[in-house]
């Protein structure tokens, strides 16, 4: 089992910039990906970003640009960058990682991310 909790989300303006933590702990050397995914109000959960243990990335277009997910130094913490904050971006985040030997598929309790305009 992987445990994943979430820091850094919170009420930012327009034009702004936030920094998302996820630190996973339990089997993570299981973990072979890790990513972070949305859900504002009435809309299914989307991918933003993910991150595989190879370092290989991808976004959604909508942030392409804007954001930057990552990894520590220790390999169960993943971050996401974002700048240029637009109301858009206003969802709950939740980190998510995945393990494909054990086919387990995990997420964090979620972290909202506010942005006014």
């Known amino acids: 089992q992987v445990q994943l909790v979430e820091s850094g989300g919170g009420l930012v303006q327009a034009g702004g910039s936030l920094r998302l933590s996820c630190v996973a702990s339990g089997t993570i050397f299981s973990i072979s990906s890790m990513g972070w995914y949305r859900q504002a109000p009435g809309k299914q959960r989307e991918l933003v970003a993910a991150?595989?243990?190879?370092?290989?990335?991808n976004y959604a277009d909508s942030v392409k640009g804007r954001f930057t997910i990552s990894r520590g130094n220790a390999r169960n913490v993943v971050y996401l960058q974002m700048n240029s904050l637009k109301p858009e971006d206003t969802a709950v985040y939740y980190c998510?990682?995945?393990?494909?030997?054990?086919?387990?598929?995990?997420w964090g309790q979620g972290t909202q991310v506010t942005v006014s305009s």
């Open positions: 991150i595989t243990g190879g370092g290989s990335t």
């Open positions: 998510n990682a995945k393990s494909t030997g054990t086919g387990g598929d995990y």
